[in-house]
Every structure is written in C-alpha cells, then in structure tokens.
C-alpha cells in the first residue's frame, strides 16, 4: 500500500472457502486422538532435549526439532488459561457462536492446547473477559460420544478456592 493512500480508497474485498478435507493425523496425534476417544485421557511425550512434556502430543518438540521420546504420559485434568478468545462469527465446523476458545497448559504440561471453554456467560463479553481474568483455572470435561476429535473434550470454569 502506497503510505499516501487515503483509508477511505481502501477496498474491501468479498471472498469464499469452502471446501472438505481429510486430514491424515499420523501415528503420534492418532494415538493422541484414540487416547481421547477410548481412555479419557490427555497424553503428552517428552522432549529428550529440553524435557517438556509436550501436550498435545507430537512427534517432535517445537523447541528443539528433536524427535519426542515414544514414552506416553498422561497430563492432569484441570490447567491454566494462557490466552482466550471470544469468537462472534459462525464458521463452518465449528458451534453456534458466541464461543470463548482457550490455549491451556494442563497440570504437568508444558505446553498449551487449545480448545473450547463453556458454560461462561457471554452476555457482557467486557464481563466474560474479566471473569476469565481472574478465574483462569479450567478443568477438561470428556463427551458422553466421543469420535477421536479434539472436541471430545472441552474446559469448564473452575472456582475460585
Ligand atoms: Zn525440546
């Protein structure tokens, strides 16, 4: 962009994707995804560099570019909000919005997964976010059905104790 174009002169322009795919997941985030579907559990694998517990589990530690060790071990079911987002648009795949998604370090993680946080009132999403602020701790609820999906799972709100 010219730095002298006016933003009025600015244009917004209309576009669509839309298309399905299929996503082959590999061994370590099938696993990862079975895991979920089978045991209710969260697995994460160790970096043999950096020793983190990498969660969600994958095949390499995105630190070190080191393969992780083939060693499973199970994360905590509550964690920490590291970031939230509020999203408004209705996007294909995804609920109904008004939705909050969270990147969450479970306990005896050291990395964060994303998901859905529910049952936040989102009336006042200048009040949600302060709620979040100061209520950052989560806990996973597993689905009754579950298909091997990250949704699965999602986080619900933890008191204050
Ligand atoms: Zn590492």
């Not at 009040?127 to 950052?136: I, P, S």
């Given at each position: 962009?010219?730095?002298?174009?006016?933003v009025?002169?600015?244009?917004?322009?209309?576009?669509?994707?839309?298309?399905?795919?299929?996503?082959?997941?590999?061994?370590?985030?099938?696993?990862?995804?079975?895991?979920?579907?089978?045991?209710?559990?969260?697995?994460?694998?160790?970096?043999?560099?950096?020793?983190?517990?990498?969660?969600?589990?994958?095949?390499y530690?995105?630190?070190?570019?080191?393969?992780?060790?083939?060693?499973?071990?199970?994360?905590?079911?509550e964690?920490?909000i590291?970031?939230?987002?509020?999203?408004?648009?209705?996007?294909?795949?995804?609920?109904?919005?008004?939705?909050?998604?969270?990147?969450?370090?479970?306990?005896?993680?050291?990395?964060?997964?994303?998901?859905?946080?529910?049952?936040?009132?989102?009336?006042?999403?200048?009040?949600?976010g302060?709620y979040?602020?100061?209520?950052d701790?989560?806990?996973?609820?597993?689905?009754?059905?579950?298909?091997?999906?990250?949704?699965?799972?999602?986080?619900?709100?933890?008191?204050?104790s």
């Amino acid at each position: 962009m010219n730095p002298s174009t006016p933003v009025e002169d600015l244009l917004l322009l209309p576009g669509n994707w839309n298309f399905d795919y299929t996503y082959f997941a590999g061994a370590t985030a099938s696993r990862f995804f079975a895991e979920l579907r089978d045991n209710q559990r969260i697995l994460g694998r160790r970096c043999p560099g950096c020793e983190r517990l990498v969660v969600p589990a994958r095949s390499y530690c995105d630190a070190c570019y080191v393969a992780t060790r083939d060693e499973w071990e199970p994360v905590g079911t509550e964690g920490t909000i590291d970031a939230f987002g509020f999203i408004s648009t209705k996007f294909p795949g995804l609920p109904d919005p008004p939705l909050v998604i969270a990147f969450v370090t479970l306990d005896g993680a050291d990395s964060a997964i994303l998901n859905f946080v529910e049952g936040i009132d989102l009336s006042d999403e200048s009040a949600a976010g302060e709620y979040l602020f100061t209520h950052d701790r989560v806990r996973v609820v597993f689905s009754e059905q579950r298909e091997g999906r990250i949704t699965d799972f999602h986080f619900e709100s933890v008191p204050n104790s």
